[in-house]
């Protein structure tokens, strides 16, 4: 059979409704500034769907660092893998920055948050080892446990009970093997919000002798007193042994990092094979990501107008009724019952009648019957934006709860 024979028939999770999706659903073009609002087919909408939380993507000070960066550099400087020619002090001052902010002895840049944390624990465990991580993870993380040659256990999401069952057995089996055991889990789960229990894991930590890894894309910059992530948010930053972010959500840039005890680090950077044979993350990212960082120690009034944007919206939210599950974040999961049908077709009515543009959650990602809107709030948005989004939503509510989606001409 032609390997290429079945392309055409997946037609993604949206299936039949995939008439819908491309360019509208899926693949949008939001256009103009980064901005809460933006044009989507021309018309202004309210964008809740942009990973910019400190909404420092279009500040003027950012801007300019990103511009005279360019000038200054390029885009292709330096030239080669860091371990080769593509070094520089200014690659190594983000570090010690970074390691300093999140209180870690040291450490080490990423090019891409993807391949990055595929990286972080492809190399730092072999088939002796087993891996133990939590059942929500992203997809970065599970692509780096696939590489993985030996065993891993996953428990349900956040669940300690069974997580301490998976540990038991991960113990019984490195004993045989003579290997140890990695915990996987995020600092805050990027649909749910839900921060990851690392107050209870961390508590297991001397009894089953594990190294925990934590990614905190979406804790970086927004969670903890000083925004270094949900570690610090729940106490237990010290007992993270490997902090890993990417600087593509508060930091509102490319790259990503991981840091960690010095001799952990050093290690890494001799065996991660992303970075080792791929060119270091260019001077304008660095840069950038070192006027992103000082933006994020030295002005806290950011954060804080998050946590605003953050408390208006789901406060608003419970307060007509809606279920915004357990989030603990700024991530904010509007949890609605519906078909995928009528996920389509109600994301249609939003975007075009009520001006709103959200991600729209579907199965696979959430069990069948389930729609979550996604909103994401960033220092940007306004409280007035907040209250057009509840009037909007209470109005889509309605007519999902009526039956309007399954009985409209807007169904397929
Ligand atoms: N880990 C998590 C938890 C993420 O949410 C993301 C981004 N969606 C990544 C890793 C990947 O980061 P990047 O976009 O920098 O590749």
Same mark, same amino acid.
């Given at each position: 059979?032609?390997?290429?024979?079945?392309?055409?028939? $997946?037609?993604?999770?949206?299936?039949?409704?995939?008439?819908?999706?491309?360019?509208?659903?899926?693949?949008?073009?939001?256009?103009?500034?980064?901005?809460?609002?933006?044009?989507?087919?021309?018309?202004?909408?309210?964008?809740?769907?942009?990973?910019?939380?400190?909404?420092?993507?279009?500040?003027?000070?950012?801007?300019?660092?990103?511009?005279?960066?360019?000038?200054?550099?390029?885009?292709?400087?330096?030239?080669?893998?860091?371990?080769?020619?593509?070094?520089?002090?200014?690659?190594?001052?983000?570090?010690?920055?970074?390691?300093?902010?999140?209180?870690?002895?040291?450490?080490?840049?990423?090019?891409?948050?993807?391949?990055?944390?595929?990286?972080?624990?492809?190399?730092?465990?072999?088939?002796?080892?087993?891996?133990?991580?939590?059942?929500?993870?992203?997809?970065?993380?599970?692509?780096?446990?696939?590489?993985?040659?030996?065993?891993?256990?996953?428990?349900?999401?956040?669940?300690?009970?069974?997580?301490?069952?998976?540990?038991?057995?991960?113990?019984?089996?490195?004993?045989?093997?003579?290997?140890?055991?990695?915990?996987?889990?995020?600092?805050?789960?990027?649909?749910?919000?839900?921060?990851?229990?690392?107050?209870?894991?961390?508590?297991?930590?001397?009894?089953?002798?594990?190294?925990?890894?934590?990614?905190?894309?979406?804790?970086?910059?927004?969670?903890?007193?000083?925004? #270094?992530?949900?570690?610090?948010?729940?106490?237990?930053?010290?007992?993270?042994?490997?902090?890993?972010?990417?600087?593509?959500?508060?930091?509102?840039?490319?790259? #990503?990092?991981?840091?960690?005890?010095?001799?952990?680090?050093?290690?890494?950077?001799?065996?991660?094979?992303?970075?080792?044979? #791929?060119?270091?993350?260019?001077?304008?990212?660095?840069?950038?990501?070192?006027?992103?960082?000082?933006?994020?120690?030295? $002005?806290?009034?950011?954060?804080?107008?998050?946590?605003?944007?953050?408390?208006?919206?789901?406060?608003?939210?419970?307060?007509?009724?809606?279920?915004?599950?357990?989030?603990?974040?700024?991530?904010?999961?509007?949890?609605?019952?519906?078909?995928?049908?009528?996920?389509?077709?109600?994301?249609?009515?939003?975007?075009?009648?009520?001006?709103?543009?959200?991600?729209?959650?579907?199965?696979?990602?959430?069990?069948?019957?389930?729609?979550?809107?996604?909103?994401?709030?960033?220092?940007?948005?306004?409280?007035?934006?907040?209250?057009?989004?509840?009037?909007?939503?209470?109005?889509?509510?309605?007519?999902?709860?009526?039956?309007?989606?399954?009985?409209?001409?807007?169904?397929?």
């Amino acid at each position: 059979m032609d390997i290429f024979e079945k392309l055409h028939t $997946n037609l993604g999770p949206l299936g039949k409704h995939s008439d819908l999706s491309e360019g509208y659903f899926m693949f949008p073009k939001l256009e103009g500034e980064i901005a809460p609002r933006m044009k989507f087919k021309g018309k202004e909408v309210l964008t809740w769907s942009l990973n910019n939380y400190l909404g420092l993507a279009n500040h003027p000070e950012i801007r300019k660092a990103d511009e005279v960066a360019a000038s200054k550099w390029g885009a292709a400087y330096p030239m080669g893998a860091r371990m080769m020619s593509g070094n520089t002090d200014t690659h190594e001052q983000l570090e010690n920055e970074l390691a300093t902010f999140v209180g870690k002895e040291k450490a080490y840049l990423l090019n891409y948050g993807y391949q990055g944390i595929m990286s972080v624990i492809d190399s730092l465990v072999d088939r002796k080892d087993v891996i133990v991580y939590d059942s929500e993870c992203h997809a970065s993380i599970i692509d780096g446990l696939r590489m993985h040659m030996g065993k891993r256990f996953v428990y349900p999401h956040n669940d300690m009970e069974s997580f301490e069952k998976q540990l038991v057995r991960a113990e019984k089996l490195t004993n045989e093997t003579g290997g140890g055991i990695l915990v996987v889990t995020e600092g805050v789960f990027g649909m749910t919000g839900n921060m990851g229990d690392l107050k209870g894991i961390v508590k297991l930590k001397d009894k089953y002798q594990f190294r925990l890894v934590v990614d905190d894309a979406h804790g970086f910059g927004t969670m903890g007193p000083t925004g #270094a992530g949900a570690g610090e948010a729940q106490g237990v930053q010290d007992q993270v042994d490997l902090y890993f972010s990417t600087f593509a959500k508060s930091m509102a840039g490319i790259g #990503a990092f991981v840091a960690g005890d010095a001799n952990v680090v050093h290690y890494l950077k001799y065996n991660m094979r992303s970075q080792i044979f #791929a060119k270091a993350l260019p001077m304008i990212f660095v840069e950038g990501a070192l006027k992103r960082l000082e933006m994020i120690r030295e $002005n806290p009034e950011h954060k804080e107008k998050l946590w605003k944007v953050v408390n208006a919206l789901q406060n608003g939210l419970k307060e007509k009724g809606f279920s915004i599950g357990t989030t603990a974040t700024p991530v904010t999961p509007v949890v609605l019952n519906g078909t995928v049908g009528e996920a389509a077709t109600l994301s249609k009515d939003l975007r075009e009648n009520y001006n709103i543009f959200c991600s729209v959650v579907i199965y696979p990602v959430v069990p069948k019957g389930m729609i979550i809107l996604r909103l994401i709030p960033t220092a940007s948005h306004t409280l007035e934006d907040v209250s057009e989004t509840i009037t909007a939503f209470e109005a889509i509510k309605d007519k999902l709860t009526s039956g309007y989606y399954k009985t409209t001409e807007l169904a397929t």
